[in-house]
């Protein structure tokens, strides 16, 4: 049988892989390895944490085998799910076969010990009907042990654990990024996946993982490095008050406190004349407003003002920032366009309004994400409230009004769909979603109307990730990081793989579904 000892050093990645809770919008099956037949192997029940009514711990010898009989409703793709512990320090070796072919071999890694348990997942191609599926060692120290078989079609699949498991893959703390608001966007959404997530074990795993993260930048006193000049270094300080939160740690109060004070009026951070926040503070941003602005500080002064303090003041300046951008960039169609220039002298302003000539489907939903959730986080008798729903509904009718019919996704300028180079955005197209699910959520739009373009939304996004044969996730056509520009420039942005603007709104888009 299988050696007993704890590893001595184990990375946080393999803690991080343990079964969580999510939403699940197509049917999924579980598989007890008890339940399945085993070659030289027992069902034990001595270690913590298993489902059903034990697991099995296989003899210390390539070729022992469990092997589950899954029945499948219909031919097609599908993601195997299997949990197991190893409390070795070495990744245990296997060939998993479907109907006596071999099509992964996963080396299932360490996890803290043998009452922690992790997820390795695997993307198959099943047939109709009965199908043999064998997990075999492929060592002398045999399988890991192993509790269950969980199968899901492309719905079913847990996407936000498999997409977040496969970046702290890729990346430790200390590689996945600096100081930017792309990393920041994707901790948050790591943050929110823990706080729909059971396991306390996986939990404590993705919160030590931001965390880590973000000590790289706070001080013991709760000081950061940063001049903050633009609104785009601001939005991190999302991560600081979430961590306050968290974990009750003065630091973090006062890192987010930092921020907050850098936009009080004292600070002199500039604004236009009906005082909106320019983008960034150097010349070539002088009287700018950017629909991506909004995201970037109005969300964390409504989260200071409901998790940290300061609530009226900090209420009244997010709110304000909505309203005072919505006056300048929303147009009669409902949608945001890209930017504002007050002085009229950027090279992209309209010499007689301002506006940027187009409207880019990212800041569209920058736009969308921070007006729901501040309306989540100010108190029913703020001011501008009304105003904000009124902003939204608005927004949300331009949204489903040039929502693309054959792929349910959004094009990345955003009503110029039937021009040929155009293409739809994977970023955006869960922003949107995101946005108009809230609003149905919280009754700002009617159910009837819109719940068919949250569902289409909903399958459009999904389309875009993807498993492989290496186990880990890949979501695509994300446009990278964006400037003003005309339609030329943005349908010319290179569509990149695994991009942070993607990760982390694919992340909250998963998040509002768990709430359904």
């Known amino acids: 049988m299988r050696t ?7 990375g946080l990645l393999a803690a991080s892989c343990a079964v969580a809770a999510g939403p699940a919008h197509a049917a999924s099956s579980v598989y007890e390895a008890e339940d399945a037949t085993v070659f030289h192997g027992t069902v034990d029940t001595d270690h913590l944490g298993f489902t059903g009514t034990g697991f099995v711990n296989t003899a210390n010898e390539a070729g022992a085998y469990v092997e589950f009989t899954v029945d499948a409703p219909a031919a097609g793709d599908a993601t195997l799910a299997l949990r197991y512990s190893n409390g070795t320090a070495a990744g245990r070796q296997a060939d998993v076969g479907v109907n006596g072919t071999v099509v992964s071999a996963p080396a299932f890694a360490p996890t803290t010990d043998w009452d922690t348990w992790a997820v390795s997942r695997i993307p198959v191609t099943l047939r109709a009907g009965a ?3 064998r997990v ?4 002398a120290g045999g399988l890991p042990d192993l509790d269950s078989l969980t199968v899901a079609d492309t719905l079913g699949t847990q996407w936000a654990d498999a997409l977040v498991d496969s970046t702290m893959h890729r990346y430790t703390p200390a590689t996945v990024g600096g100081w930017s608001y792309p990393v920041a966007l994707y901790m948050m959404g790591q943050y929110q996946l823990a706080q729909h997530t059971a396991d306390p074990a996986r939990r404590a795993a993705l919160i030590a993982y931001v965390r880590a993260w973000a000590d790289r930048f706070v001080d013991s006193s709760g000081h950061i490095s940063n001049s903050f000049t633009s609104l785009d270094s601001m939005m991190p300080g999302q991560v600081m008050i979430a961590l306050y939160r968290e974990t009750g740690l003065t630091k973090y109060g006062l890192a987010a406190k930092q921020i907050h004070d850098r936009l009080l009026p004292a600070a002199g951070y500039p604004t236009t004349s009906d005082g909106g926040f320019w983008h960034a503070t150097g010349a070539d941003r002088a009287e700018q407003l950017w629909s991506d602005g909004t995201f970037m500080a109005d969300p964390f002064m409504a989260q200071y003002g409901r998790y940290v303090g300061d609530s ?6 997010a709110t304000k920032q909505l309203v005072v951008y919505a006056s300048h960039l929303q147009q009669a169609n409902g949608l945001m366009k890209h930017a504002y220039d007050a002085s009229k002298a950027a090279s992209w302003a309209d010499p007689a309004t301002g506006l940027a000539p187009e409207y880019w489907c990212r800041a569209v939903g920058w736009y969308g994400v921070a007006a729901t959730e501040i309306l989540d986080l100010i108190p029913a008798d703020q001011p501008r409230r009304a105003q904000l729903v009124t902003i939204v509904q608005n927004l949300v009718r331009g949204m489903a009004a040039y929502q693309d019919p054959a792929s349910g996704r959004w094009f990345q300028v955003v ?4 021009s040929a180079d155009n293409w739809t955005e994977t970023s955006c197209s869960a922003m949107f979603t995101q946005t ?12 009837a109307t819109y ?4 569902d289409a939304g909903r399958r459009g996004e999904l389309a875009r990730i993807s498993l492989h044969a290496d186990g880990l996730t890949y979501l695509t056509n994300i446009s990278e990081g964006t400037n003003v520009g005309d339609y030329a420039y943005y349908v010319a942005r290179p569509q990149a793989t695994n991009d942070f603007h993607g990760l982390g709104a694919f992340l909250y888009f998963s998040e509002e579904e768990a709430d359904d």
């Open 415 to 418: 009503d110029k769909g039937g």
């Open 312 to 317: 009226a003041q900090s209420f009244d300046i």
């Open 4 to 10: 007993r000892a704890v590893a001595a050093v184990v």
């Open 436 to 447: 108009i699910d809230t609003a149905i959520k919280r009754g700002y739009v009617d159910s």
């Open 451 to 454: 719940q068919p373009v949250v």
């Open 136 to 139: 075999a060692a492929t060592t």
């Open 131 to 133: 199908n043999a599926i």
